[in-house]
C-alpha cells in the first residue's frame, strides 16, 4: 500500500532527525545553500504569478514547487530541521550539542543561499542597478519594509505579532515536512506536502529562510531597512517562532502521541461462521 501509518511516520521522523545531525558539516553548507536558494527561486516565482493575475491565492498555489524540490532532493531546510533533529535529542540517538550544531551550520547555509540567489535576482531585475526597481523588485521593496518596520512601528506588540505568525506558519512548513512522508510514492509525497504549504503561504505568515532572502533582497533594491531593523523586528523573532511551530507542534505533538515504542493497536480477529452442517446421506 502506498499510505504509511502514523505510527510508522513518527519512527521515519526520529529516523531521518537522527540521520541528519550525523551529516558533515561540509554536507550540511552545501544542503543548506541549495535550500535557501531554492525557495528564494519559489518566494520569486509566487511573486511574479501574483503580479501576473493580480491574485495572491494564485502565488501561493504554485510557491510549494520549491518546497518540493528540497525534500525530494534531501536538502536541509532548517524550518524543517526544527521538527525532526531535535527528536534525535529526545530519543537519547544524538547528544544535544550535535542538535544544536546541525542547526546552527543549516541556519547559515540557508542564509548564503537565500542572499546570494537575492543578489543575482537583483542583477537580474535591476540590470545590475542601472533601472529603478519595477514589477517583482518594487514588490520585493514593499514586502522588506513591510516585515521590518510596520512590525517595529507597533513596538512590543509587533515583536509578538511577528512571533506568533512565525509560530503558524512553521507548524504548517513542518506538517508538509511529515506529510510527504506518508506516501511511497513521489506524487503522493507531492500533494500531501504541498496542502500545508499553500496554507502557510496564503495567509502571510512568517517564514524565516523565506525572510532571508526577501528582506536583504529588498535592501538591495532600495527597501528603507537596516541590517538592525532587519534582524531585530523579523529574523530574530520570526526565527523563535517558527522553532516553537515546528518543535512543539508539529515534532514534539506527534511523538508525544505516537511515541516510537507504541505498538499500533492489534485488531480483533473476525469471528468465523458457524460451520455447515454435514448434509445427510
Known sequence: MDYIKPLDVVRNMIATGTAKAGLSTKDLLIRGFLSGALLGFATSLALTATL????????????????????????ELVTGSFALVPLAGVTGQRSPAQVAANLGWVFFGNLLGSVVYGLLLYVALTSMGTEAPAGVAA????LA????????AHGTAGLITVFVKAVLCNWMVCLGVVMAMTSHSTV?????????VVMFFAQG?????????????????G???????????????VTAGNIVGGLLFTGLFLYWTYPSGKEAPV???????????????
Open 188 to 196: 503522493g509525497k507531492i500533494v500531501a506536502m504541498w496542502l500545508p
Open 205 to 221: 505568515f512568517e517564514h524565516s529562510v523565506v525572510n532571508m532572502f526577501v528582506i536583504p533582497t529588498g535592501m538591495m533594491m
Open 267 to 281: 485488531a480483533p480477529a473476525a469471528i468465523a461462521p458457524p460451520a455447515a452442517a454435514p448434509a445427510r446421506a
Open 139 to 142: 514588490k520585493l521593496v514593499a
Open 145 to 152: 519594509e513591510a516585515k521590518t518596520n510596520a512590525y517595529a
Open 52 to 75: 501576473q493575475t493580480n491574485v495572491p491565492l494564485v502565488g501561493a498555489l504554485v510557491f510549494p514547487a520549491g518546497f518540493v524540490m528540497i525534500v525530494l532532493l534531501g536538502l
Open 223 to 237: 527597501a528603507k531597512v537596516s541590517v538592525a531593523d532587519w534582524w531585530l523586528w523579523n529574523q530574530l523573532p
